[in-house]
């Protein structure tokens, strides 16, 4: 029998829980009060089924004859809490399966179902309902039950059956509970109930109710096979107190029977029988078979007396006695513990199996169980184990028995190769990728600091190139210290030249003493032209020490610090400078350019304009296609037009006249005019004009505009950025007579292009150009004439083209008065410019009836006599003599031409 429990645990059904093998027969060998019903199918009582059955009340469902077995975990005691604290218990419990996992290391484990498995947290009451109610219910019903606790010693066997639960009621155990519900469901009047307490110690019947009775035999009555103790100790029952006070009685009994012994209470079974005794009067009595309720045995209503025995057994514990090296005594104990446990094993596997022969003779606790096992009996076992893993081996023979009893598979769950492995390449899986992270996180590792080292590199060669740099520019503006004081040099010996060497030099034809300067000049720019070099050597050798401080280690973060504010003054320092170059450079050029001018003035023996453009467009042609390049080109070549003009914006207002001053020299020549324009010199150059109140910048920006007038296409592009409302606003606003000759000079130029006559009118140019002469200054007039002159022309042509017609404008503006006044003026470029005026405004006859009244006659008339130039008195002449109007004018004032 015992070999058929293991094998079925040992390995033949590998893995899956297989349902229960078909020697898993309720049926029973066993002589029973009642036959067994011979409709029940031993097949079909699988587990499940049966399992569904043990917390039914006998008489349902319930399949009598087969021992239910429940297993219940202890919970740690004080001891194994601190002994075994770092170790996991040696089972693992899985309740809603009804499962227990036996550990047998750490990845592997064997796997056993229970009809009821109670983990170490399950009350007593949950206990006594899920292990003993239904036996008790089984047992008020009519049949006998048992239920027997099983295991090793301390697990908690006493725990579970024999707790009196005197202090605390949740405690008590399933001896008191199951008294209660019999005393709860039977009647004092009819009914009665008595118990007889003993112990089972090798082979030997003890009573615990009367401790001189320790020799109890058994006997059976071979017609019923009813088990009795006739030398026992019966006690009615009729309270739970009294039953009480029993237990009390047969502990303090068993404890002394034991010292007498010199054993201990483990060694021995307790064995606690409750007989019931019901009268069942009068009534049919309908008694279920053992499966089918429907079918049932009907008696006779003729008063009845039921009895039915349960039998509570506290087994001795499950330890192997025998292993501990046992002896003498101790040995026959062992021999006799395992000798009643073993019977019992056998006779309920016997039973499990249904086999024919069940050794219930074997040992006393199966012949004494006899009627109350099988059959139509009920019977629990509840297998107690505790959690220790240093009793491992002994949980497992005790589960074991638990299963031998189930004769259930023990389920084993083999060792799976092919999951490990699955797990293995998943954790290795894992590994890699985690290496690999790691990796990928030191190689950026790696590269961030190979970056940083390579910025710290780079910056620190950036500061030393800064350093480098600050080193040139010092040199730089030691140079350009140099080219200042040059600068001085020539303006003293310019106002020199200008005090006292104008006649002289006027009489000696270019100059001795200004070559003497120019000469003077020369050596200076070549000494500091060597100075340069020097300083550039020097600059090379610092480079070159440097870079071998760059070598020497890269210096601390405040000193980079250092060289970085150190760096941006010196940006802004080299700024500075290099402004001041360029206004040194054009102060130097204009100076030169003014003495070249001043030259070629005196070489033509004319009045020294610095302004060329203004009284002579031409002079300027004629310089350019003499092929040489003047020297405010040169400057122009060299430093850069944008430059120049960014300069028009600077902040310093020395800066800024000196560039203003450079642009009007420079828009002075035809060449450069374009390039100015281009550049945006001529709208920076009306900005000026429009925001500057400073009057030498409005005065060399005038000048520079009257300069880019002369050019057509300029002179549209001054028309549309309002740059003819600019200059009148200017004409009326200034003072300086140089100024107004500048701004004069300007419009004259605009009055010379036939699309722009109307709009000077509009924005009031000629009024502004006629208002201009309220300076009286010759230079201002001259331009103003010219202007004049330039308009008539412009309009006269028009004229004759037949574009307009109709008065001059010029009338209009009300000019006649001052152009008539003007007409015989001592100077002669005024002179000239009025009278080509009067000669055009005559050409139309529009104009006649205004001149002749404004006094324009005589004046045309005096030409016709007096100017010096011949081609402008024949004109006087043929225009006169062409008018109607004049001509009988003439008549009538008997003028002859
Ligand atoms: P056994 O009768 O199997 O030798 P006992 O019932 O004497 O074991 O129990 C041993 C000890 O464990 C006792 O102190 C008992 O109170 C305790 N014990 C047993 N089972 C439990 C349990 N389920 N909960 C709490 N303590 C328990
Ligand atoms: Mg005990």
Not at 105 to 122: G, H, P, R
Not at 326 to 344: F, T
Not at 414 to 432: H, M, P, V
């Amino acid at each position: 029998m015992a070999s058929n429990g293991y094998r079925n645990g040992t390995g033949t059904n590998k893995g899956a829980i297989k349902p229960p093998a078909s020697s898993n027969i309720r049926s029973s060998s066993f002589k029973s009060r009642l036959p067994p019903s011979s409709n029940h199918s031993p097949g079909s009582a699988l587990r499940r089924t049966s399992s569904a059955s043990f917390t039914t009340a006998a008489g349902g469902d319930g399949v009598p004859g087969r021992v239910r077995v429940a297993v219940r975990l202890r919970p740690r005691n004080a001891e194994e809490s601190t002994a075994d604290a770092d170790f996991a218990d040696c089972v693992e419990l899985q309740p809603e399966l009804k499962r227990l996992k036996l550990r047998k290391n750490n990845w592997e484990s064997e796997t056993y179902e229970f009809d009821e498995v109670l983990t170490e947290f399950a009350s007593q009451k949950r206990v006594y309902e899920v292990v003993a109610k239904p036996v008790v219910e089984s047992v008020l019903d009519g049949y006998n039950g048992t239920v027997m606790a099983y295991g090793q010693t301390g697990t908690g066997k006493t725990f579970t059956l024999g707790r009196l639960g005197e202090e605390d009621t949740s405690a008590r155990g399933i001896m008191v509970r199951s008294m209660e519900e019999i005393l709860v469901n039977v009647s004092r009047e009819t009914d009665s109930i008595s118990v007889s307490y003993l112990q089972l110690y090798m082979e030997t019947i003890q009573d615990l109710l009367d401790p001189a009775n320790d020799n109890i035999s058994i006997v059976e009555d071979p017609r019923t096979g009813d088990v009795s103790l006739p030398g026992a100790t019966h006690v009615e029952i009729k309270d739970e107190q009294s039953f009480l006070e029993l237990l009390r009685l047969g502990e303090a009994h068993r404890i002394a029977a034991n010292t007498k012994l010199n054993t201990e209470s483990s060694r021995s079974h307790a064995i606690l029988m409750v007989h019931v005794k019901r009268s069942v009067l009068g009534e049919e009595v309908a008694i279920p078979t053992e499966s089918d309720k429907s079918s049932h045995f009907v008696k006779p209503p003729k008063p009845l007396v039921r009895k039915s025995k349960l039998v509570l057994v506290d087994l001795a514990g499950s330890e192997r006695v025998q292993k501990s090296g046992s002896e003498g005594h101790m040995l026959e104990e062992a021999k006799s513990i395992n000798l009643s446990l073993s019977a019992l094993g056998k006779c309920i596997n016997a039973l499990a199996e249904n086999s024919a022969h069940v050794p219930i003779r074997d040992s006393k606790l199966t012949r004494l169980l006899r009627d109350s096992f099988g059959g139509t009996a009920r019977t629990s076992l509840i297998v107690t184990i505790g959690p220790s893993p240093r009793h491992r081996g002994e949980t497992a023979s005790t589960i074991l028995f638990g299963q031998r009893v189930e004769n259930m598979l023990r389920i084993k769950e083999e060792f799976d190769y092919k999951s490990l492995a699955r797990r293995l390449e998943i954790q290795l899986d894992k590994l890699i990728a985690e290496n690999e992270r790691q990796q990928k996180a030191f190689d950026d590792e790696v590269e961030r600091i190979n970056l940083e080292a390579q910025n710290r590199v780079s910056e620190v060669e950036r500061n030393f190139t800064d350093a480098l740099e600050k080193e040139r520019l010092k040199c730089q503006m030691e140079y350009m210290e140099s080219v200042k004081k040059l600068e001085e040099k020539m303006i003293e010996n310019q106002q020199k030249h200008q005090h006292d060497g104008f006649m002289k030099d006027k009489c000696n034809g270019e100059g001795p003493g200004f070559c003497e300067d120019i000469a003077v000049i020369k050596k200076l720019l070549e000494k500091e032209t060597h100075m340069r070099k020097e300083a550039e050597k020097e600059v090379n050798k610092l480079k070159s020490q440097l870079g071998q401080h760059m070598d020497a280690g890269a210096g601390g973060d405040a000193e980079i610090l250092k060289l970085q504010i150190a760096l941006e003054d010196e940006v802004h320092q080299k700024k500075k400078l290099e402004e001041e170059i360029i206004i040194l450079r054009s102060q130097m050029l204009q100076l030169t350019f003014e003495a070249d001018q001043m030259r070629r003035c005196l070489a033509r023996g004319g009045s020294g304009n610095a302004y060329p453009g203004l009284d002579s467009p031409m002079s300027q042609v004629r310089d350019s296609l003499s092929g040489h390049k003047t020297p405010v080109s040169a400057l122009f070549d060299q430093v850069g037009v944008e430059k120049i003009l960014d300069l028009l914006e600077s902040e310093d207002a020395n800066v800024r006249i000196h560039a203003v001053k450079v642009v009007a020299n420079l828009a002075a020549e035809e060449a450069n005019q374009e390039r100015i324009v281009e550049a945006g010199g001529l709208t920076s150059l009306l900005m000026l004009l429009r925001s500057y109140e400073d009057e030498t910048v409005r005065r060399v920006a005038a000048g520079a505009i009257a300069n880019l007038a002369m050019n057509e296409a300029n002179q549209e592009l001054i028309m549309v950025q309002g740059g003819i409302s600019l200059l009148s606003t200017t004409a009326s606003d200034a003072e300086d007579p140089q100024t107004l000759r500048m701004v004069a000079g300007a419009i004259a130029n605009l009055c010379g292009n036939d699309k722009l006559q109307a709009t000077l009118r509009s924005e009031g140019g000629i009024k502004a150009l006629l208002g201009m002469v309220r300076c009286r200054h010759p230079d201002v007039l001259s331009q103003v004439a010219r202007g004049i002159a330039n308009f008539a022309k412009c309009e006269s042509r028009a004229s004759t083209n037949g574009i307009r017609s109709g008065r001059s404008l010029l009338i209009d503006e009300g000019a006649l008065p001052w152009i008539v006044q003007s007409a015989n003026n001592d100077a002669a470029p005024i002179r000239r410019h009025i009278e080509l005026a009067l000669c055009h405004l005559a050409q139309h006859e529009a104009n006649a009836k205004d001149m002749i009244n404004g006094g324009a006659l005589w004046e045309l008339v005096r030409i016709t006599r007096d100017c010096s130039r011949e081609d402008i008195r024949s004109l006087a002449r043929r225009t006169l003599n062409s008018s109607l109007l004049f001509r009988s004018e003439m008549r009538r004032l008997r003028i002859e031409l």
